[in-house]
């Protein structure tokens, strides 16, 4: 949906907008609709049992080749799905993120085959394919159990998220009360050795504006804390 705020935001015509936003859906879409259709040649008359691997080997070729010779395809990595599950990511160590997106288009295909055959099969080839996301998921868990901390205790990191409308960030009418809205959140106190994170894209105008450098060194001194903002304020 950014894609067509974006395209009125730069003074684009309404048509155009559109037009550009129904564009990059179509070729968001190609991916999947070349999937759908290899997929349904290639595995449609296999046996239930068969069929979820099937699938999941023809999305794994996509993946696979999208991911290295198209311009944007390559983002549709079903392994990025999984990223609250790290014991079930640590499977990429052993065959890349496309092992993680076969097994999740496995289990995902077996469910739907389950849901609509309803056979002795396709129930067998959910259990299987369940089976293999829980052997890959316990594998992960004792990898991770066995290997240190990755991270020590260290300083901690304060993020600043205003709600900033993007439209107002460039009126100077706003200004004000984008720095209005930064100072507010400063206003608790930042702990001791603490690094402060600001989004370049919420403050009033460009970051190498001179208000705006002293405006965020002034910010810093008066936090007694360094700042991050596409740049370095310090102290």
Known sequence: HWIFLTCRFAGMPLAAS?????ALA????????LFAAAGRVLAGGLPDAARPWAWALVWGAFEHASSRWTPRFGVDLLAYT???HPSLIQLGALAGPHALGILVMAVNAALAGAVESRTRKSFGALFVALGAAATAAGWGFFELS?????????????VLQPNVDQYRKWDGRFAADIR???????????????????????LPGWLDDPENAAWMVERARAAGA?????AVAEV
């Open 146 to 158: 066995a290997r240190p901390p990755a991270f020590a205790p260290g300083p901690s990191v304060v």
């Open 26 to 33: 179509l070729v968001l879409g190609a991916h999947w609709a």
């Open 226 to 230: 360094p700042m991050v903002v596409g």
């Open 180 to 202: 209005a809205a930064f100072e507010g959140l400063l206003a608790a106190p930042v702990p001791r050795g603490a690094l402060v994170v600001w989004p370049e894209s919420a």
């Open 82 to 84: 999984q990223w609250r």
């Open 18 to 22: 559109v037009l550009a936003w129904g």
